[in-house]
């Protein structure tokens, strides 16, 4: 069974599971997020300058509650 992925609270990496975020280590998690990017190349990618990215992988774009 697939789980629900949820995106980190703090710097918007999302996972499917685990407790802590292993981009930031963050513990505080939502369910409710819009809109997803994948950063591949995080120094070469202007996006992810703007987002603050700093490893490859699925960000959330909008979090709500």
């Keep these: ?23 930031c280590n963050s513990t505080s ?14 120094e070469n990618s202007t996006l992810a300058k703007k987002m603050g990215v700093e490893k490859p992988g699925k960000y959330a774009l909008r979090l709500s509650r």
């Design 1 to 23: 069974m697939v789980g629900k992925e949820k995106a980190c609270r703090e710097c918007r990496f999302v996972i499917e599971e685990g407790e802590n975020c292993p981009t």
């Design 29 to 42: 998690f939502t369910t409710f997020w819009r809109g997803f990017v994948v950063i591949i190349d995080p």
